[in-house]
């Protein structure tokens, strides 16, 4: 099972930026697609964007596009959320995803807050 670890959230002011990382505890397989999906408050779970591992193909929801990009480093076995242009509708818990399917639900990490003030 691996073992994902966030870190980067806080408190923005909207029109701010923060970037996310996610670095897993051991190597990951050349197959393996990285993501982040976020929960707000009385909200159900969203996709935010998904990267594969080999091809390095990106895929975003439409509510991101265009202000977040998802990167990988494979060397260090971390993945990371660029957000520019923050909304305070951008505040949720953020979650780090990982796993052979698109979208990637099969590890989850703990979750980093983000916080988006008007």
Request: with cysteine; glycine share 12%; aromatic share 12%.
């Amino acid at each position: 099972q691996v073992q994902l670890v966030e870190s980067g959230g806080g408190l923005v002011q909207a029109g701010g930026s923060l970037r996310l990382s996610c670095t897993a505890d051991r190597r990951t397989y050349s197959s393996y697609i990285w993501g982040w999906f976020r929960q707000a408050p009385g909200k159900e779970r969203e996709f935010v964007a998904a990267i594969r591992q080999n091809s390095g193909n990106r895929y975003y929801a439409d509510s991101v596009k265009g202000r977040f990009t998802i990167s990988r480093n494979s060397a260090e076995n971390t993945v990371y959320l660029e957000m520019n242009n923050l909304k305070p509708e951008d505040t949720a818990v953020y979650y780090c995803t990982g796993g052979n399917n698109y979208p990637p639900e099969k590890h989850w990490g703990q979750g980093t807050q983000v916080t988006v003030s008007s």
